[in-house]
């Protein structure tokens, strides 16, 4: 199954629901960055550097599952120097 078809499909809405309960831990137990270990803030416009991504442990590219898949939080700027271009397309997708 390719990503596109997947983000088209009903995974969405649990990548989504996935997505919100990573950002509501963040704002509530103030989990960091799995790549520096700085703080996020939640508050950030998403097209900011510094704001809250979704950061796939297994790259999609790679095959990994956009639901089932293990999410942990990351800052924008680290998600897109350490993973693909693909994960930060994703990114931009489940914020719609
Ligand atoms: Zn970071």
Redesign the pocket.
């Given at each position: 199954m390719s990503n596109r078809s997947i983000r088209d499909g009903k995974g969405k809405a649990a990548y989504k629901r996935k997505r919100k309960r990573l950002l509501a831990r963040v704002r509530d137990e103030g989990l960091v960055?799995h790549?520096?270990g700085?703080d996020i803030d939640v508050t950030l416009d998403r097209r900011d550097p510094m704001s809250f991504t979704a950061d796939h442990i297994e790259p999609l590219a790679n095959g990994g599952d956009l639901v089932r898949n293990e999410i942990r939080p990351?800052?924008l700027?680290?998600n897109a120097r350490r993973g693909t271009a693909a994960d930060v397309a994703i990114e931009a997708w489940g914020a719609s």
């Open positions: 960055c790549i520096c700085g990351a800052h700027r680290c």
